[in-house]
C-alpha cells in the first residue's frame, strides 16, 4: 500500500502530465454510490442480545450488592434463542453484513473445558448469515470474559494472551471458514477514553464493585476489560495489546487470508483556540493502538461524539446543540472526521465497526444516519479507504453500567415477549443500504 508521502512525491514528479487524469479520477470517485462491495450491516455484542450468559465476568458483578451496574442483564433480547428471528432482521433491511459476538464464557465456561455445543451454536448463526446473503464479521472479545479469567486477574493476569490465542484457535478451527472479517477485541482503550470523563464516583464504585467481587471469590483480584480501577489501566492495556497480536497470530494460523484488525473507540477530537491540549489528549485516549494497527488488516472504528479541545480541557456541548441521552452533542460530520484521522493515523483501510445515537427520539436518529453517511461519502472521494458501515445497533439492548435506559437500536424489544418492533430509522437506513447510496 502506497502511504500518503509516497502519492505526495508521485505526485510532485509526475507534474502537470498526470493533472488531467487525476481531476478525471477523483469526478469517477465522487460518483452517488458507494463502491461494490461496500458493507452495509448492523452491529451486535452477545452480552448484550442473547441473555442468561450466567458464565461471564460481568453477569457475575451484575448480580451482586454493591455493583456499578444499574441493573443486570438477565433475559436481555434473548438473542441466544431468537438469532433467526434477527438474522431475518438484517436480511429484511436489505443490509449485506451482520456484526456478531462469539461469546467467551460460553464456548471456554471453565479454565480448558471447551463447549462442542457452543461452538456448534455459533457456527449455525455464522451459517444462517451465509444463507441469507450475509457477510459475518465475527468480534471474539466484545468486553465479557469467563468468570474464571477474570478471577485471576483478566488482562493483567502475564497468562492472558496466550489464554486469548487459544481459545481464538479453537473457535478458529470450528468457526474460521465462514467467517468474513474478524475482529479479535471491541474499544480496547474504553476505560482510557473513559478515565477523563467519568466522575471519581463512578471509579469508586468500580473499585468496589471489584473488590467485592474477589472477596466473593476468594482471589487477590478480579479485573474486567471494562469495569477496572485507575490503577490497573497501565497493566490492563499491556495484556490488551498482547492479546491482541497473539490472538491475531492464532487466527491467521488457521486462516492467513483472513482480514484481522480491532476496533477502536475514537472521538472526532478537533483543537479549539492556541495551545489546543487536543494532541496530547489523543495520546491519552487512545494509547498504543493507532501505531499496533499499522501491522493489521484494517482497523475498526467506533464513533459516537466529537470532542472540542481547548488549553485547559475539554469544552462543554455548543448552545443549542440537539443533544442525546446524556447531553452530549449529536454532531453528523464526527464520523468522517474520525474515520479521516484513524486512516491517516495508520495508513490501512477502515472498517466503521459501530457508530449510532443513543436517543428515545427516532427523528434524531433517521436525521443523523443519511446525514453522517453522506459525509463519510465525502471522505471516501477524498481517498480514504472505508470497507463498510455497521450500525449500532440493530437491537435496543443492554449497554452495561446504564443497563437498558440508553437506547440505541434500530428496533425496539419487548422485555416479556421479546417482539421486535422497526423504528422508523430501520427503514431510513435499510434504503440507504439497498441503493447503495445516500
Known amino acids: 500500500m502506497l502511504d500518503r508521502r509516497t502519492l505526495l512525491a508521485t505526485g510532485i514528479a509526475t507534474g502537470a502530465m498526470m493533472a488531467a487524469p487525476a481531476m478525471a479520477a477523483r469526478k469517477a470517485a465522487a460518483s452517488p454510490g458507494f463502491p461494490k462491495g461496500f458493507y452495509w450491516g448492523v452491529a451486535t455484542a452477545p452480552h448484550q442480545i442473547e441473555g442468561n450468559n450466567i458464565a461471564s465476568d460481568l453477569w457475575f458483578i451484575e448480580n451482586q450488592q454493591p455493583t456499578v451496574f444499574a441493573e443486570p442483564s438477565g433475559d436481555s433480547c434473548n438473542s441466544f434463542e431468537l438469532w433467526e428471528t434477527d438474522l431475518d432482521l438484517v436480511k429484511g433491511m436489505g443490509l449485506n453484513a451482520y456484526r456478531f459476538g462469539i461469546e467467551w464464557a460460553r464456548i471456554e465456561p471453565e479454565k480448558g473445558l471447551f463447549s462442542q455445543a457452543m461452538l456448534a451454536h455459533y457456527k449455525a448463526i455464522i451459517d444462517g448469515c451465509l444463507q441469507r446473503g450475509l457477510a459475518p464479521i465475527v468480534t ?51 476505560l482510557l477514553l473513559l478515565k477523563p470523563m467519568l466522575p471519581p464516583q463512578v471509579w469508586d464504585i468500580q473499585k468496589l ?73 489523543r495520546k491519552e485516549l487512545y494509547g498504543n493502538w493507532l501505531d499496533i494497527a499499522k501491522a493489521d488488516d484494517f482497523m475498526g472504528v467506533q464513533n ?59 427523528t434524531i436518529r433517521a436525521t443523523f444516519i443519511p446525514a453522517a453517511l453522506a459525509e463519510l461519502k465525502k471522505a471516501m472521494d477524498d481517498g480514504v479507504p472505508v470497507l463498510g458501515y455497521c450500525h449500532w ?34 427503514a431510513v437506513y435499510g434504503a440507504i443500504a439497498s441503493r447503495n447510496a445516500v
Open 140 to 190: 471474539f472479545s466484545h468486553f465479557t470474559a469467563p468468570r474464571w479469567f477474570s478471577a485471576q486477574g483478566g488482562w493483567t493476569n502475564p497468562e492472558s494472551a496466550q489464554l486469548f490465542a487459544r481459545y481464538c484457535d479453537k473457535a478458529m478451527r470450528a468457526l474460521g471458514q465462514g467467517i468474513a472479517s474478524a475482529i479479535t477485541f471491541n474499544e480496547p482503550n474504553i
Open 209 to 281: 464493585t471489584l473488590e467485592t467481587a474477589a472477596k466473593r471469590l476468594g482471589v487477590p483480584k478480579f479485573v474486567a476489560a471494562n469495569v477496572a480501577g485507575v490503577e490497573d489501566l497501565p497493566a490492563l492495556q499491556a495484556g490488551l495489546e498482547a492479546a491482541h497480536k497473539a490472538g491475531k497470530a492464532a487466527i491467521k494460523a488457521v486462516r492467513p487470508d483472513l482480514p484481522v484488525g480491532f476496533s477502536l473507540a475514537l472521538m472526532d477530537d478537533q483543537a479549539v483556540g492556541r495551545n489546543s491540549m487536543r494532541d496530547r489528549m
Open 304 to 362: 459516537y461524539e466529537r470532542a472540542l479541545w481547548g488549553d485547559k480541557g475539554r469544552l462543554p456541548t455548543p448552545a443549542g446543540s440537539i443533544v442525546n441521552w446524556s447531553g452530549t452533542e449529536v454532531w453528523a460530520p464526527s464520523l468522517a472526521g474520525a474515520v479521516r484521522y484513524a486512516h491517516a493515523a495508520t495508513g490501512v483501510p477502515i472498517l466503521v465497526s459501530e457508530h449510532g445515537v443513543g436517543t428515545t427520539d427516532d
Open 393 to 426: 445497533s440493530l437491537l435496543d439492548n443492554f449497554e452495561w453500567i446504564f443497563g437498558y435506559k440508553v437506547k440505541f437500536g434500530l428496533h425496539s424489544v419487548d422485555p416479556v415477549t421479546f417482539a421486535r418492533t422497526a423504528k422508523p430509522s430501520a
